[in-house]
């Protein structure tokens, strides 16, 4: 008898694509009509967020944080245009992936060049802090696939710490998503090591 797949929980991140579905269909069907490709939005993101990653780092903090929320939606815009052309990929995945990271430590960066022309070095170690949890948050599920871990768990997963920094910013409060992004990034990565951790013991691959 075949045994019946076990369904996978679904992740805030899925539950936000399913709500907007009908949001971001329309405008990834205009964006595909007008011949742009996926990879090329993806990139598009990219260089918004690095746009705004000046504004912060010159003390444009709130103008940079609308910048950051008006890119935010290009995340889910590149999958959508590919799942509407029949074409997701591996490849797209990839580089969605990898410049989810550029555009986070590119803010980050904003922020760390913001508090050392400002001469506030505790928030600048913070910055790092905060840019060493966002890092592990998603090397930690990669690597854990790679070695056939789940590790979706997690209080702050990228769309929550894009939650947590783009309103932030936009209010004038950065230091509030320094500290909420410094200690739950980091939380977070640990969450998912104890995830894969109890996996190993329950699949005889450690022991106590």
């Known amino acids: 008898m075949e045994e019946t797949a076990k369904k996978e929980p679904m992740t805030f ?14 405008v990834g069907r205009f964006l595909n009509r007008l011949g742009l490709m996926p990879n090329v939005v993806t990139l598009m993101g990219l260089i918004g967020n690095m746009v705004g990653a000046y504004l912060l780092a010159i003390g444009q903090i ?13 995340d889910a815009l590149d999958g959508t245009m590919a799942r509407l052309r029949g074409q997701p990929s591996r ?20 922020l760390l060049i913001y508090y050392l022309r400002g001469g506030q070095d505790v928030y600048a170690a913070l910055v790092y802090l905060a840019a060493a949890g966002s890092v592990l948050v998603s090397y930690v599920k990669a690597r854990a696939e790679a070695l056939n871990f789940e590790a979706k768990v997690g209080l702050l997963t990228r769309v ?9 910013l936009i209010f004038n409060i950065p230091h509030v998503a320094v500290i909420v992004l410094a200690v739950l990034a980091n939380f977070t990565a640990i969450q998912r090591i104890l995830a894969v951790r109890k996996q190993a013991y329950q699949q005889g691959a450690i022991h106590h």
Do not use: H, N, Q
Request: overall charge negative.
């Open 160 to 168: 929550e710490r894009y939650l947590v920094t783009a309103p932030c």
């Open 91 to 110: 490849f797209g995945a990839f580089v969605d992936s990898v410049t989810d990271r550029y555009s986070e430590l590119v803010i980050l960066l904003g």
């Open 62 to 74: 709130s103008w940079g944080g609308v910048v950051i929320l008006l890119m935010g939606p290009i």
């Open 13 to 26: 991140t899925d539950l936000l694509r399913l709500r907007f579905k009908g949001a971001l269909d329309p």
